[in-house]
Nanobody, 123 residues
């Protein structure tokens, strides 16, 4: 069965950095675009970033552009989210997701989801 396991979340001060990882199993990882989403308390889940199966194409939400970088290592079945210059408004549970069809930003287009990892940014 497909499993996506996020790690790397935690508590960080504003202006700091964190690197999230998502390890995938049970699917042909190199065929899937991989996305990151986040959900803050009382808010809907929102798109953060996505990377194509090849790693050559990426797309970011405006709110994180220039601060976050998505990357992947297909040999390790892992996708990463490097988060720099973190702000309190980045506080959320971060989820990785797998999408067979392409660079999508809507959550309903994703086929598989992880359980999430908490990121808390203090001011």
């Amino acid at each position: 069965q497909v499993q996506l396991a996020e790690s790397g979340g935690g508590l960080v001060q504003a202006g700091g950095s964190l690197r999230l990882s998502c390890a995938a199993s049970g699917l042909t990882f190199s065929r899937y675009a991989m996305g990151w989403f986040r959900q803050a308390p009382g808010k809907e889940r929102e798109f953060v970033a996505v990377i194509k199966w090849s790693g050559r194409n990426t797309y970011y939400a405006d709110s994180v552009k220039g601060r976050f970088t998505i990357s992947r290592e297909n040999a390790k079945n892992t996708v990463y989210l490097q988060m720099n210059s973190l702000k309190p408004e980045d506080t959320a549970v971060y989820y990785c997701a797998a999408d067979l069809d392409g660079l999508h930003s809507y959550s309903y287009e994703y086929d598989y989801w992880g359980q999430g990892t908490q990121v808390t940014v203090s001011s």
